[in-house]
């Protein structure tokens, strides 16, 4: 769970990967961590990065909530998110080789194209609720992800 602080640790923050669990949750209150993940990313300032198969998963699960889907669009078309195209060549071949390697965590599809976007955003954090995997996982040479909701200490802001 989350601690207090001054906040200063998500101020300094400038990237995040987005991955499909919180961002469900963020849309639909009826998920078991829906206010954990709001308290998080309201006060969040700076450019959440995700891709388009986090995003496909993200369709998937919310197909049945009609308000929910209209959220997720406008939220995505925000000027702080960006959706990386993760249907090239390179990403690819990139996710097929992190799949086969992680098979027994397992990895899907979604984590793998996270694992890409990390290794091309230069960032460690990210918003994601499968501790599990992204403990295991590592990007570029065998660095860490930063679980931003398990690790980073922060305080919600309230006004």
């Not at 091309?120 to 403990?135: K, V």
Request: glycine share 8%; with cysteine.
């Amino acid at each position: 769970m989350a601690g207090a602080n001054s906040g200063a640790e998500l101020e300094k923050m400038t990237r995040c990967l987005l991955d499909a669990g919180p961002l469900i949750a963020f849309f639909d209150a009826g998920e078991a961590e829906h206010e954990r993940v709001v308290a998080w990313m309201r006060p969040f300032r700076g450019e959440f990065i995700t891709t388009g198969a986090v995003v496909t998963e993200a369709f998937h699960f919310l197909g049945a909530e009609k308000r929910a889907l209209g959220a997720l669009v406008e939220f995505l078309q925000q000027p702080g998110v960006r959706v990386l195209d993760c249907f090239g060549p390179e990403s690819l071949n990139r996710a097929r080789d992190l799949m086969r390697k992680y098979a027994a965590v397992p990895m899907d599809f979604a984590d793998a194209t996270l694992v890409w976007a990390a290794e091309h955003s230069l960032t460690d954090d990210i918003l994601t609720l499968d501790e599990r995997g992204f403990r295991t996982f590592r990007h570029g040479r065998n660095r860490m992800f930063n679980l931003v909701i398990q690790d980073v200490q922060f305080r919600q802001v309230t006004t």
